[in-house]
């Protein structure tokens, strides 16, 4: 038997680091990403690894061999999971192979805001010299950063603010608070009465219907001029309308951007006029290193699901597993 794959990405060095170890799967790289375009071809395949683009419920219901959807990532948001579940099909994500990688994103973004990375690449290469002087850098230690999300991502995020000598602060309902407070932070749970005391809030949640929005107008509005909000998370958890209206009023000192509503951005998005914000192509899980675990992870999923011993912890509907 021939297993047949469609992937919605390149093909990189991980997935084949996987799969050209077996001669029963078939790999097909689909560039047309359109809903149609993947609903008129869905019913020839038994998995289908996923990049963004979004994968619904009437693509799911063409897919009459789809044994496994993994994604090359851990975000799903774009993916129609209770149709999956339905389905009986199991939706599988990558781990933490690009935890690190993001969490190290998050704290560049820091970084570069902090020493004012952008502002003065730009003024050097005019001459000007005294922006040192009229806008001068801060250290990050002794800040105090609020990291939403003690996930994957946000557990590691925490040491290396540490290790900048920042005050860390972490709010997630959905652990166990001790964790929080061994890993070096101090847990919160009214996140939003802490906005005024913090220098900087990193987004670091999955985006769902609690998450959707919830830095708006009236967060940013709390928080104090000389502050930051990065997100390496998924786009409009942070409002960016709101952001838009906080940076160009100078409510809140800037912003570092990963993911955005609409991508690719276009050219004309409205936060790209605006000089104190650093943005990224939703490049925050992506590197060399992490490409290549993401790839080898989502490929070893496939795998795995197909020889019939697919590890539940990857999974997120892993209640279809036992159907």
């Not at 890993?183 to 990193?202: C, H, K, N, Y």
């Not at 790209?272 to 990224?280: K, M, R």
Request: charged share 25%; aromatic share 8%; glycine share 8%.
């Amino acid at each position: 038997m021939t297993y047949r794959v469609m992937l919605q990405m390149p093909y990189t060095s991980g997935l084949r680091s996987v799969f050209d170890e077996r001669d029963d799967i078939e790999v097909e790289r689909f560039t047309e990403l359109s809903e149609d375009n993947i609903l008129q071809h869905i019913g020839n395949y038994d998995a289908a690894i996923l990049g963004v683009a979004p994968f619904t419920r009437r693509i799911i219901a063409s897919a009459a061999r789809l044994k496994i959807v993994a994604r090359h990532g851990v975000g799903y948001d774009a993916v129609d999971v209770p149709a999956l579940t339905e389905a009986g099909v199991p939706l599988a994500v990558v781990g933490t192979a690009n935890s690190i990688t993001v969490a190290e994103h998050s704290l560049f973004f820091m970084m570069a805001l902090a020493k004012r990375a952008l502002l003065y690449d730009r003024e050097v290469r005019k001459g000007n010299w005294n922006v040192r002087f009229d806008t001068p850098a801060f250290d990050l230690a002794g800040r105090t950063v609020l990291i939403l999300g003690f996930g994957r991502i946000g557990r590691r995020l925490v040491p290396m603010c540490a290790a900048m000598g920042m005050k860390v602060l972490v709010h997630d309902p959905y652990v166990i608070q001790d964790a929080i407070a061994t890993a070096g932070a101090t847990p919160v749970q009214d996140w939003r009465a802490l906005l005024p005391e913090i220098d900087f809030l990193s987004v670091n949640c999955p985006k769902n219907d609690e998450t959707d929005g919830m830095v708006g107008t009236a967060e940013l509005a709390a928080m104090k001029p000389t502050a930051f909000v990065v997100n390496t998370a998924r786009g409009n958890i942070v409002d960016e309308k709101a952001l838009y209206g906080a940076l160009r009023d100078r409510v809140i000192a800037g912003a570092g951007i990963d993911p955005f509503v609409v991508e690719p951005a276009s050219a004309d998005e409205p936060l790209f006029e605006l000089d104190n914000i650093i943005v990224s192509p939703h490049s925050a899980g992506v590197t060399e290193e992490s490409m290549f675990r993401m790839g080898a992870a989502a490929a070893r999923n496939v795998v795995d699901c197909f020889d019939g011993r697919l590890d539940p912890d990857n999974v997120i509907n892993a209640e279809v597993l036992g159907s």
